[in-house]
Each structure stands twice: as structure tokens, then as C-alpha cells.
């Protein structure tokens, strides 16, 4: 954690106004600075498009502001918190000036340290029950910097976003009952590579900004030359800016005097109500964020009331992440929608001299009352916009159905049985007219390119509960919500002997008994205990950790064929998800002809592994040794780097291997052996046996056992299909 407390101190920061582009980032901070009702800023871009620069930038234009002498949580001398901690403070206490400070929460940040806590070192030295601020109670008054917010875990940022809103933080916590005022502005930072916020937590933060550095030369080369000036003289870079810093943060200054009386309308709020109602999103908090980030807007442009332009802002920031209703969801706006919606707006409100709809009874136009008439819709994304498809490949399901219903089509004699064949083209069944998957012709052969799957059925099938898979024992406790973990936020199992120093890790029950029979011997005479650090005993806690789910996808031509791929893609998507929601980091392995690939490092991107997923080419032989031995080398590259996060493989395959490990060596031993090295390496694996048909080798069954792990059928792995064999056996018995 990093306070600044003063924008002298320390080197010289970048100027704001100094920073190339980003209009909506820059503009998407001021609003929180003139209304800090609007609930903060999520920064989302690229690495190295100085989101922090402009964020740290900001701390130094906000104005300084008067705080009482010796009070912890900075409470204002003319209207101090009557249930501030360090209070009750008299009217006119005295103070001092203090510049708003900036405080960073690092994400490897405790909850202790976010909000507070006891003070352990006083309750057992002085007796006494003392509180002991965090970070919350720092940033009261000033900037609450989060970097990498995707990173943190999701009760901390539940915490801070509670905060936000509700302008406190409430501390109920090791024995201590404590509400101070949190007014803060906040603002989060995440590169989308390294994961995504879940939708519900995406919806706390009042706007969104998308940052990528600049395509345009010129704009790139102004970056660099202004860097460089920066770090060859700081403070005569910082002076060229001066009047520039000066003039924003007296318009910054005026537009917050002004925001209170900015006046905004009926007719500006039915129209943001019927953007929001067009948008479809869930809620209020859209009606209420654009409301006030609109009022903002007003007053940095020095108007007294709100405009159909300051709404159309405040939707373009407010609206994008609010639109994410599902993990594979892309966020953003299309402005051209943006544009339709507002026209609509326009259109339902009528004239802008028009009687109000409530007071005139005139049935010319709907009232409040009355059915609004059923508008178009938007058209959809502009040409070269990807579509906001649940899958993300942009593919409308197939028409038609499957004659047998389980999903494939018989294969054809020889698609790679167990001779080796070569790539399965698996020729469309009789009568069956649907286009072709792609415009692609198989190459056939072990070392051609295959031909593109695209997921068809992907969007229904990854929508089902998958089971959920953990890995066996008890982890280190990587933040997750998979497997069983030691961690520090989990229920208390039982007492170590080890020390802590910390409220939050004491098991007291543990340390009175630890230190109850040396009381006579420490010269106890009255009431009280008398406790030495080597009875402190700390509380093992077990919760659920994050693991690295490693999906390694068998795309050779056995599996080619146009139902089995796209219920395998469909798993996988349903794995995801399920990867998504747990918190794991997720890896992807092919293999197919006579190689096995990387398709994705381990990431927290789990979006981004759907969009490779989507791009899955399959076809040629089945180098399966040589997958699982790409899975172990990328295991072990994972466990040096991360050695917290536990290994889950996740192999779908129909067992069968024609190629191997070795020339000369045996296709089916050479998998089993590199099996067994993932089992010896202490690696849980789940065989998904995506064979089908009349006629099945069972291969897969063998390879589970060599792993160690479990083997589960393709049907097997969603509820769904337990749901839809009951309801079978329900039908049949009433027939």
C-alpha cells in the first residue's frame, strides 16, 4: 500500500493534462471527481496504456480539504461523523489542510488490512479493545486505487464495492462493532488477458472505460516524445503543464460547488429510463448511475440542468459492462445503437414543448399510464462489430435435427479406427441438406491443416450444469472456489501451534488453554490472564481454493466427426464456465496428426479460451502420447511459476492412439505409460470417453486407470442428462 498524502512529496507525478487520448478515460474520472455518487471508474485495456498514469494523475487536481487534528478517518472539522471511532469530535474542532490522498490496495491485500481490525498488540499488552484502521478509513476524502481488480479476490472487492456505495464501511469483526464514513473515489484497473470480474460485480462499478493504445502513428509518436520528456527532466516537464493542471482543477473545483443544483428534468429522466428499459439491463442501478453521471456532466460543462447530449455521455459509459449477462459475453456499445435507442427516446417523449405526458389527458401521445407502442429493435452490430452471441463464434445453430437422436451419425468404416486411418471427414447422412461446417476441404493425411470447427450447438450445450470436478486432498489455498484449501477466510478446523500476530488468525479458545497453566508461575495474583507470545495459537482455516484446469481435447479425425466435435466443444464450453465461475486458471492442449499444441497458456482469461475453442481444427491421426506429454511439460512449467495453484486435467477423448510416443514404439502403451507420469506427478485427471456409436473399443476406461483418475461419459458430464433421464422414465411408465 502506497498513500500519498501530499503532491510535493515524493517525485513528480505525469501530468493529467499531459496525457495523450483516452478522452473517456480522462473524462469517465472527472465525472467521479465532480459526483462521487456515480460509484466509480473499471478501467479495462491493453498492458501499457497508462491507465495507472492517469489514475495517479488524477489525485494531484483534486482540492485539499480540511481535516480534524489526530482524527484517524480525516473527518471534516465543520460537520464531523458523530459515529466516527475516534470522535465524538466538538463543532470547530481543530484542523489542518491536507491534500486528497491516493491509496492503492495491492491485490494481495487481507481483509483485515481492507477494513480493519482489532489491534492485536494492544488487546493483549494494554487490555483494552482498540481498533485499528485499514485502507477504507484511509482513502475517506481522497482516491481508492485498485490495480489489477480482476485479480482480487471477490469477497474483498465485494467489500470495497459496499463501501462505494453506501459512502461506510461497517466492521463487524474479532470482537470489534465500528462504522466510519468511506467516501472515496474509486477506481479499478484489469487487463481483460488476465481474467474478467463476474457480471454481478461488473454492475457495481458506475462507469466503464476501454482502453487500447493508438493505432494512429502520429498520436503514438506524441506519446513517446511526451515519456521521454518526462523522464529526462520531471519537473520541467510537470512546469510546461502547469497552467494547463491549474485551469482543470479550478473548472474541476467549480463543477463540484455546481453539481448539487444542476437541475434534471422529467422528460431527461423518462429518457434515461427508456435507454435503459431498451438496453434490457437488470435493475436500477443503470437508471441511477446514468441519472447522476449525466448531472456531472452538466456541471463540468457549466450548464444548470441536463441535456439529451449529457445523457447520451453518461449511457455511453454507464451502459457497456452492464450488457454482460454471461461469462462468454463480450462488453461494449455499439454507439450506433447507442444512437437508435436515444432517437427512439426522442420519438416516445414527442416535442420538446409538448404538455407533460402526466398532467395533459390529450390521447395523442402515451401517458404514464399507457402501453408504450412496440418499437423496432436495434438491427444488431454494425458490419465488422463481433456479434454479442452467447457462444462467440457468431454461428447460428444448425436447422434441423438428429435422425437418432444421440447426437452423432454412424462414422464411416475406417475414420481412424484402430489401424490409424487417416483425417474422418464423416460425409453428411442421407437427406440431410444443412450447409457444411466450413467452406474448408478436409487435407486428410497426418500433416495436413484439417479442416475449422465451428461450435453449432455450442450456445445450448455450455448453458448446462456441468458436474463439478475437484481435485483430492487439501491445497495451499490459491483464491478460487473449487477444491478443498487451506486459506484465510475459511471456517476454523482447528488450532496450530504456530504464533500470529494477526486478530484474524488467533484461535483463542487454543491460546487460553495454551497459556492457563503457567499463570501461577508468572505471578498471577488478580484478575486478568497474562499471555506470552509463545501461547498465541493460530486457527487453520479450510475454504475452497482456484485450480489450473488444463483441458486437453482430442481433435484427430476419430473425432472429426460433425455431432461428436460439436458435443465436445459444447462440454468443453460447459467446463469453462464452470472454470469461470470457480475462479481457475484454464489451459488448453490439442493434439491431432502428429503433434500435440498449446492452444492457450494458462490463463484467467476463461473468454479467451472460448475463443480459441471456437477457432478448433481437427483431422489427421491421434498422437494421444504425445498430448498428455504436452500436458505434463506445460504442468511443470505452471507449477515453478505458480506452485499454490493445484493441476486439474480434464482429457476428452475416445482412448483411441495411432501414433506414438517413439518410433517403433506401441501407439496404446506409449498413452497409457504418459498417463501413468501425470498420475506420479500427483495430477488429478478426468477422462471424459467421448466414444459413441454401435460399435465402441472402450479405450478410454484403461487410460483413466493408468492416470489414476476418473473416467465420465460425454452424456454423463451435465445434470441435464440426469434430469432428462428421469423425466424418460417418468413418460414411459405413465405410457
Known amino acids: 500500500m502506497s498513500t500519498s498524502t501530499a503532491p510535493a512529496a515524493g517525485p513528480p507525478r505525469f501530468p493529467f493534462s499531459a496525457v495523450v487520448g483516452h478522452d473517456d478515460l480522462r473524462l469517465a474520472l472527472l465525472l467521479n471527481a465532480v459526483h462521487p455518487g456515480v460509484g466509480g471508474v473499471l478501467v479495462r485495456g491493453e498492458k501499457g496504456t497508462a491507465k495507472s498514469t492517469a489514475v495517479r494523475a488524477l489525485a494531484a487536481l483534486l482540492p485539499s480539504h480540511e481535516v480534524v487534528d489526530a482524527c484517524r478517518f480525516a473527518c471534516d472539522p465543520a460537520a464531523p461523523d458523530p459515529s466516527c471511532p475516534d470522535g465524538p469530535h466538538p463543532a470547530g474542532a481543530a484542523g489542518g489542510r491536507r491534500p486528497a490522498r491516493l491509496v492503492e490496495l495491492p491485490v494481495g491485500a487481507t481483509e483485515d488490512r481492507l477494513v480493519g481490525s482489532l489491534d492485536l498488540e494492544k488487546a493483549l499488552s494494554e487490555g483494552r479493545r482498540a481498533y485499528q484502521p485499514g485502507l477504507l478509513a484511509d482513502a475517506h476524502r481522497g482516491v481508492l486505487y485498485v490495480d489489477e481488480v480482476n485479480l482480487l479476490h471477490d469477497h474483498l472487492v465485494d467489500l470495497l464495492l459496499d463501501a462505494a456505495a453506501m459512502g461506510r464501511a461497517h466492521v463487524e469483526r474479532d470482537g470489534v462493532s465500528v462504522s466510519h464514513a468511506a467516501r472515496f473515489l474509486l477506481v479499478g484497473t484489469m487487463n481483460p488477458e488476465e481474467g474478467e470480474l463476474r457480471p454481478q460485480l461488473l454492475d457495481r ?42 485551469a482543470t482543477a479550478a473548472r474541476l473545483r467549480a463543477a463540484q460547488a455546481h453539481v448539487s443544483s444542476v437541475a434534471v428534468s422529467d422528460r431527461e429522466l423518462r429518457r434515461i429510463a427508456f435507454v435503459c428499459a431498451r438496453f434490457d439491463v437488470d435493475g436500477m442501478r443503470a437508471d441511477l448511475v446514468i441519472t447522476r453521471a449525466a448531472a456531472a456532466h452538466a456541471a463540468w460543462e457549466g450548464r444548470d440542468a441536463v441535456t439529451a447530449d449529457d445523457v447520451r455521455v453518461a449511457a455511453r459509459l454507464a451502459l457497456p459492462h452492464r450488457r454482460r449477462r454471461d461469462p462468454f459475453d463480450e462488453p461494449g456499445l455499439d454507439p450506433a445503437e447507442l444512437d437508435r435507442a436515444l432517437a427512439d427516446a426522442e420519438d416516445h417523449l414527442g416535442p420538446e414543448d409538448d404538455p407533460d405526458p402526466d398532467d395533459d389527458p390529450d390521447p395523442g401521445g402515451p401517458g404514464p399510464d399507457d402501453p408504450a407502442e412496440p418499437q423496432d429493435g436495434p438491427d444488431g452490430p454494425d458490419a465488422g462489430e463481433e456479434p454479442d452471441d452467447a457462444d462467440g463464434t457468431g454461428d447460428t445453430p444448425p436447422a434441423g435435427g438428429d435422425p437418432r437422436g444421440d447426437g452423432e451419425r454412424a462414422e464411416a468404416p475406417g475414420s481412424d479406427g484402430a489401424d490409424g486411418g487417416e483425417d474422418a471427414t464423416d460425409p453428411a447422412a442421407p437427406g440431410d441438406d444443412r450447409a457444411p461446417e466450413t467452406a474448408e476441404a478436409p487435407t486428410g493425411g497426418d500433416g495436413g491443416d484439417g479442416r475449422a470447427v465451428v461450435v453449432g450447438d455450442a450456445a445450448r450445450l455450455h448453458r448446462a450444469t456441468v458436474r463439478k470436478f475437484t481435485v483430492p486432498g487439501l491445497g495451499a489455498g490459491a483464491p478460487g472456489r473449487r477444491s478443498r484449501a487451506r486459506t484465510d477466510a475459511g471456517r476454523i478446523v482447528r488450532p496450530s501451534g504456530a504464533g500470529t500476530t494477526r486478530a484474524a488468525d488467533l484461535h483463542l479458545p487454543a491460546t487460553v488453554l495454551a497459556a492457563a497453566p503457567h499463570q501461577a508461575g508468572r505471578g498471577r495474583r488478580g484478575p486478568g490472564l497474562l499471555v506470552h507470545r509463545d501461547d498465541l495459537r493460530r486457527a487453520e482455516r479450510e475454504g475452497r481454493e482456484g485450480n489450473l484446469v488444463l483441458f486437453v481435447v482430442d481433435a484427430s479425425g476419430s473425432m472429426a466427426a460433425r455431432k461428436r466435435m460439436t458435443a465436445v466443444s459444447g462440454a468443453v464450453l460447459g467446463l469453462l464456465r464452470d472454470a469461470y465461475q470457480r475462479r481457475d486458471k484454464v489451459g488448453l492442449v490439442t493434439f491431432r496428426a502428429r503433434e500435440a499444441e ?138
Open 598 to 735: 498449446l492452444a492457450l497458456p494458462p490463463t484467467s482469461s476463461v473468454p479467451t479460451a472460448q475463443q480459441r475453442l471456437s477457432r478448433l481444427r481437427t483431422g489427421g491421426r491421434t498422437p494421444l502420447a504425445g498430448g498428455l506429454l504436452k500436458a505434463r511439460a506445460v504442468l511443470d512449467a505452471e507449477r515453478r511459476r505458480d506452485p499454490r495453484r493445484r493441476p486439474l486435467v480434464v482429457l476428452l477423448t475416445d482412448g483411441r492412439a495411432t501414433v506414438a510416443a517413439r518410433d517403433g514404439g506401441d501407439p496404446v502403451a506409449d498413452s497409457r505409460r504418459a498417463a501413468g507420469l501425470l498420475a506420479a506427478d500427483g495430477v488429478h485427471t478426468v477422462v471424459v470417453d467421448c466414444e459413441a456409436g454401435h460399435v465402441r473399443l472402450g479405450l478410454a476406461a484403461p487410460l483413466a486407470a493408468a492416470a489414476g483418475g476418473e473416467l465420465v461419459t460425454l452424456d454423463e458430464l451435465t445434470a441435464d442428462s440426469v434430469g432428462d433421464l428421469v423425466r424418460e422414465t417418468r413418460s414411459a411408465r405413465a405410457a
Open 205 to 246: 462499478f458506475g462507469l466503464t472505460v476501454e482502453v487500447r493504445a493508438s493505432r494512429d502513428v502520429d498520436t503514438r509518436v506524441e506519446v513517446t516524445r511526451r515519456r521521454m520528456a518526462f523522464e529526462d527532466d520531471p519537473a520541467g516537464f510537470v512546469a510546461r503543464f502547469a497552467p494547463d493542471e491549474t
